[in-house]
């Protein structure tokens, strides 16, 4: 059995998160530092509360960890989570490499000798 630095509700949220553009711009924005939902929002042609929904999403999903500082809500990346991700993602890939390294092995073995029909 294989098990992942996450569990399958987790992984389901990180998907659902990383599946929309605008989701995906908002934690690569966050990444370098905190930002408020406010200057997020001036970022893109749709309403505040859109942005907040996006927000909201990406908290679920652990990526991104939302505080209050006065008025503001301020959004910032969080790093383990998306070293969580990626762990999972590098063992998808690990599993895609040992396949193909097992098929290079086949395909690498020298064919056996055809078999012979009775009779020729």
């Known amino acids: 059995m294989v098990t992942y630095p996450l569990s399958d509700t987790e992984i ?3 998907f659902h998160a990383l599946a929309d553009a605008t989701r995906r711009d908002i934690l690569r924005r966050s990444l370098t530092r905190e930002h408020s939902i406010s200057s997020l ?3 893109y042609s749709m309403s505040f509360t859109a942005v907040q929904k996006h927000v909201s999403v990406l908290t679920a999903a ?3 960890v939302k ?3 006065g008025r503001e809500r301020l959004v910032r990346a969080d790093p383990a989570r998306i070293a969580r991700a990626r762990l999972l993602l590098e063992g998808y890939q690990e599993m895609w490499r040992a ?3 097992r098929l290079d092995e086949i395909l690498a073995e020298p064919a056996p000798p055809p ?3 009775e009779g020729e």
């Open 12 to 14: 389901d949220a990180v």
């Open 41 to 43: 929002a001036r970022e």
């Open 62 to 64: 652990g990526l991104v």
């Open 67 to 69: 505080r209050a500082e």
């Open 99 to 101: 396949r193909i390294d």
């Open 115 to 117: 078999a012979s029909i």
